[in-house]
């Protein structure tokens, strides 16, 4: 007896089967790029795997998110590999943070260069190709500090937000075209991210540090959560529980929220 699918035909099979993806990760060599690189993989989707330092293993290519000509060179190894991108994932970041009169102006201009004008560069370069083929996707990773705004890293929360803000837009802007836009928003997890941490506030530093290590979750785990989002189209991917809760504690009870951010603030003063 054969079977056969009811109420469809091959063509309708065949468009509801997911096909390998191509997909360009920044900052793969390690932590959350290098997980999720290998979870794209892992299902069969062909990723160009890039970073600043393109001599580790793993990394395809070489690309600092802060060059333009690095970003022509990824746009133009894309189109002459694959013809097209399916999701462009943003992620190359670095961590940083401080007090407001601790925190100077050249960490400031440091991590806006690399977390917030590294994203717009990426999206700035594939914008026309993602437009003349009429389908992609936008996954620029963030952080929960893009929506829940602690004392003492405000360049950090700052460069997040902004973000936040032009995933956003970039889906707004792109949805005529078919591309859409996810905003990823963790909270802390077991990453090498602060160990290439700057910043002169050495208080701030301590105590992101002991949150890291101590997170129960790991980029593995980050990355199964992101490409579960990613699969579902969602907007803004919290991947964790503790991303989740502090959202919507924002959310649900603002003056809870403004209390706890509140000790936090104090607590930080003390250990200084």
């Keep these: 007896m054969t079977s056969r699918v009811p109420e469809h035909g091959a063509e309708d099979v065949l468009r509801h089967t997911p096909r390998p993806r191509r997909?360009?990760?920044?900052?793969a060599a390690r932590g959350l790029g290098a997980a999720l690189t290998t979870a794209f993989r892992a299902r069969g989707d062909e990723v160009l795997a890039t970073d600043l330092d393109g001599e580790v293993a793993g990394?395809?290519?070489?690309?600092d998110v802060t060059s333009d000509d690095d970003w022509a060179a990824a746009l133009?190894?894309?189109?002459?590999t694959w013809g097209g991108l399916d999701v462009l994932v943003n992620n190359a970041g670095v961590a940083g943070g401080g007090r407001l009169d601790v925190a100077s102006l050249d960490e400031w201009r440091w991590i806006t260069d690399i977390d917030l004008f590294g994203v717009v560069r990426g999206i700035r370069a594939f914008t026309p190709l993602l437009k003349s083929q009429?389908?992609?996707?936008?996954?620029n990773v963030a952080s929960l500090a893009g929506l829940v705004h602690p004392a003492g890293m405000a360049s950090y929360n700052a460069v997040k937000a902004a973000v936040v803000a032009l995933t956003e837009t970039t889906g707004h802007e792109l949805a005529a075209y078919g591309v859409r836009a996810s905003v990823v928003c963790p909270s802390y997890f077991r990453t090498g991210l602060v160990d290439r941490m700057r910043a002169e506030d050495a208080a701030l530093g301590a105590v992101?540090?002991?949150?890291?290590?101590?997170?129960?979750?790991?980029p593995d785990e980050i990355a199964a959560e992101v490409l579960a989002g990613i699969d579902r189209g969602e907007e803004l991917i919290l991947p964790?529980?503790?991303?989740?809760?502090?959202?919507?504690?924002k959310r649900g009870d603002r003056a809870a929220y403004d209390l706890q951010m509140r000790h936090q603030a104090a607590r930080l003063q003390e250990l200084a």
């Excluded at 997909?23 to 900052?27: E, K, S, Y």
Aim: a neutral charge.
């Design 23 to 27: 997909v360009l990760v920044t900052g």
């Design 59 to 63: 990394v395809d290519l070489r690309l």
């Design 76 to 80: 133009a190894h894309v189109e002459r």
């Design 134 to 139: 009429g389908h992609g996707h936008v996954v």
């Design 208 to 218: 992101i540090g002991r949150l890291v290590e101590s997170a129960p979750l790991g």
């Design 240 to 249: 964790d529980p503790a991303a989740r809760a502090a959202y919507q504690l």
